[in-house]
């Protein structure tokens, strides 16, 4: 398995201008999360999925960030428009639900470096 | 909310020497787990723990989780300049699936 992907690598972009990030899960996963990344806040936990479905968004900073997920193999994260403030590594990571509980690791893609200018 | 703090933020070791890194969370949780990340990586996972006061070993890793389940602890024993980069816990609470992330404790090793 190729593990999580992500793309792109790096993005700078210019103030105002709409952003999308894109990832593909591992094949089977059933939880997909979407995490940012700074030196001030460390990472931070902006939304997860279950089976597709967004569970908890509580972590989107605002409403110019939104999340889709309209498959089992690919979810996107969107900011419009953007802000330098949302400069950061934006990271998706996925698991696979397991009975009890007992082996739940995310595995992280390799991240998005976001730059608005 | 569920917060989930660190200590030390950093630490320089010289290499053989141990390193500790502290995890405490303000509320119960459910299990907890530690991740390595490289600089310029992405964080990777080493453990889960999920009994109270469960104690794993992983070569030179012993990672502890509380007795109450709000905090746990990484040790490194004679470190190696392979273990640079950051290390943090994620606790997942009760009910629910969300994974937060300690604040990290990054770890430099002088040869």
């Known amino acids: 398995d190729a593990g999580v992907i992500q793309s792109p690598r790096h993005e700078v972009t210019e103030m105002g201008q709409e952003v999308t990030l894109r990832c593909k899960p591992i094949?089977?996963?059933?939880?997909l999360f979407w995490y940012r990344q700074t030196m001030m806040r460390g990472l931070e936990l902006l939304i997860y999925?279950?089976?597709?479905?967004?569970?908890?968004d509580s972590g989107m900073p605002e409403d110019r960030f939104s999340a889709k997920m309209p498959n089992a193999s690919f979810s996107t994260l969107k900011i419009q428009p953007s802000e330098p403030r949302d400069s950061a590594v934006y990271f998706c990571?996925?698991?696979?639900?397991?009975?009890?509980?007992?082996?739940?690791?995310?595995?992280f893609g390799s991240g998005t470096q976001l730059s608005v200018l | 909310g569920q917060q989930v703090m660190q200590i030390p933020q950093y630490q320089h070791v010289q290499e053989g020497e141990d390193f500790t890194t502290y995890c405490n969370s303000s509320t119960t949780l459910s299990n907890i787990q530690w991740y390595k990340q490289r600089p310029g990586g992405h964080p990777v996972f080493l453990i889960q723990l999920v009994k109270s006061g469960e104690v794993k070993k992983q070569k030179r890793l012993t990672f502890q989780f509380g007795e109450a389940k709000k905090n746990s602890s990484l040790h490194i024993t004679a470190t190696q300049t392979t273990d640079v980069g950051t290390y943090f816990c994620a606790g997942r609470a009760r009910r629910t699936y969300k994974y937060i992330f300690g604040t990290g404790t990054r770890l430099k090793v002088l040869a």
């Open positions: 094949s089977g996963h059933d939880y």
């Open positions: 990571a996925s698991s696979l639900d397991s009975l009890m509980g007992t082996n739940e690791k995310l595995f």
């Open positions: 999925f279950n089976n597709n479905v967004p569970i908890d």
